[in-house]
């Protein structure tokens, strides 16, 4: 008989999630004197406190994917996710210290209006442009690759529901309180529901290792599983050898948080240059003591399991090591704390695109940072809610392929955006028309590079995709601004 009190602990995490996250933005009619203009919610006044815009960093990096998959890495590779932390720390650091001045002085609403600055409106257009269909792109997939396992884990607690009914859920309750709330209620939410799969990922970690005996943790020293780095792994290739984690994660982490406008909203929310700084540096420790923690549940399973390889434990795939501990191993109530963490992962990074899409379509798109009203804020965050569910279905024929896709979207964008960004601040004689075509090449180069490789074959390690879209940004840029025009 199936205990009806996993589903009732997953539909209360959600209405209070709710709930609370519109309550805190102001948006409930005894609260709403909060919600002071149209921009309010797409800014949040400049008014959020660091450590709630630092945990919702967080939540905005990480998905359900996430929580499902480090585990099933780390089963079979250790904690090699904890080296790719080094690597985002530093180039956070950098993000903080030369680019988030640049849009605080500015009193910016959007990352893309320093190149309207620097460059022209065309540039900034193409960059706002360009993060709007791959943020498409990469949320839609994501989003439909998130309700595979978690439909099989409402299905065990007792929720049958079709991987349609379970997007058109989750993405109509987010778009609910984004659109209501705003900026306010996604950052809250997002703290919430970092808390949540981050306690829940802690005390799968202590269970586990709790009932491990001194047989199975004597495996540890040895494995080479606490290792941070796969030190003999090849450099061009491997996402956790040493360089690649630090210097390629570095690079990443500057493209995707210092001119992705998903990451830079929430940092120009915060109350000063100094909270945003402190919110942007501090989200590298978080993320990197949930990727440690999350690495530990997958080691520890490891040592239960004495080293056995997937296969042998009936698993076609490290994804499904996680879910099936939490449906088989965890007690009732327990397990349904988890399936609402799982859930929450999605949502949370679902809002933060929303808001950034519809932040970015009146800053960078239409030109204003002050919607007319609310209605119309309402109406084009839904239109975006629209797009990512016919888009996530557009994709559902063929899951494997996508998931792939999805994954290598930012490989393509981001080194053209951190180019452009690097172009304006290092390089005084690049011409608007200069960066536009450095940028167009850019993109379009990157796509035929990463199309061009074969699934299963050898191919470039992820971090190296954004220094190596950087590289041919500035191959043609620099030539060509002598050419197309004077600065």
Same mark, same amino acid.
């Given at each position: 008989m199936i205990s009806l009190l996993d589903p009732a602990v997953i539909i209360l995490w959600l209405a209070a999630l709710t709930a609370g996250s519109l309550a805190l933005s102001g948006a409930l009619p005894w609260k709403r004197s909060k919600v002071r203009s149209p921009e309010d919610l797409l800014d949040a006044h400049r008014s959020l406190p660091a450590w709630a815009i630092c945990l919702s960093i967080v939540a905005t990096e990480t998905s359900t994917l996430t929580v499902i998959s480090v585990p099933g890495i780390a089963y079979t590779q250790g904690m090699v996710f904890v080296g790719l932390g080094g690597g985002y720390l530093l180039g956070r650091i950098i993000v903080a210290r030369y680019l988030l001045p640049l849009y605080m002085r500015g009193d910016l609403a959007s990352a893309y209006q320093y190149l309207a600055l620097r460059f022209g409106r065309r540039m900034q257009r193409l960059a706002a442009v360009t993060f709007l269909v791959t943020r498409l792109l990469a949320e839609a997939v994501r989003l439909f690759a998130s309700t595979l396992p978690i439909c099989a884990l409402l299905a065990a607690r007792g929720m049958s529901l079709s991987p349609f009914a379970v997007l058109l859920g989750l993405t109509g309750l987010t778009a609910l309180y984004t659109a209501i709330g705003g900026l306010r209620a996604v950052v809250w939410s997002d703290a919430a529901q970092f808390l949540l799969y981050s306690f829940g990922a802690a005390l799968c970690a202590f269970l586990l290792w709790r009932h491990l005996t001194p047989e199975q943790m004597a495996l540890l020293p040895g494995s080479g599983h606490l290792l941070p780095f796969a030190f003999h792994a090849p450099v061009l290739t491997s996402p956790y050898a040493p360089l690649t984690a630090l210097l390629g994660g570095a690079v990443l982490a500057m493209a995707s948080h210092g001119t992705d406008q998903l990451m830079v909203q929430r940092a120009l929310a915060a109350r000063s240059l100094r909270d945003a700084q402190r919110a942007m540096i501090g989200s590298a420790f978080v993320v990197t003591m949930l990727f440690a923690l999350l690495s530990l549940v997958g080691i520890f399973l490891w040592a239960r399991h004495g080293g056995l390889p997937l296969p042998a434990l009936g698993l076609s795939s490290p994804d499904e090591l996680f879910p099936r501990f939490i449906v088989n191993d965890l007690p009732t109530g327990l397990s349904g704390l988890l399936v609402a963490a799982i *859930?929450?992962?999605?949502? @949370?990074? !679902?809002?933060?695109? !929303?808001?950034?899409?519809?932040?970015?379509?009146?800053?960078? !798109? *239409? @030109?204003?940072?002050?919607p007319a009203s609310r209605a119309v804020t309402w109406s084009v965050t839904g239109f975006w809610a629209l797009a990512l569910i016919a888009t996530a279905c557009a994709f559902s024929a063929s899951a494997q392929s996508v998931l792939l896709f999805g994954f290598q979207i930012a490989g393509y964008s981001y080194g053209a955006l951190l180019g452009a960004f690097l172009l304006g601040l290092l390089c005084r004689r690049v011409t608007e028309n200069g960066a536009i075509v450095a940028f167009t090449v850019t993109v379009l180069g990157m796509a035929a590079l990463i199309a061009g490789v074969h699934p299963g074959g050898t191919s470039i390690a992820f971090p190296w995709l954004v220094p190596l879209g950087v590289c041919v940004t500035f191959l043609v840029g620099l030539p060509l601004s002598r050419v197309v025009g004077r600065p």
């Open positions: *859930i929450s992962a999605t949502m @949370g990074s !679902l809002s933060s695109a !929303l808001n950034a899409m519809t932040g970015s379509t009146f800053a960078d !798109l *239409i @030109g204003t940072a002050r």
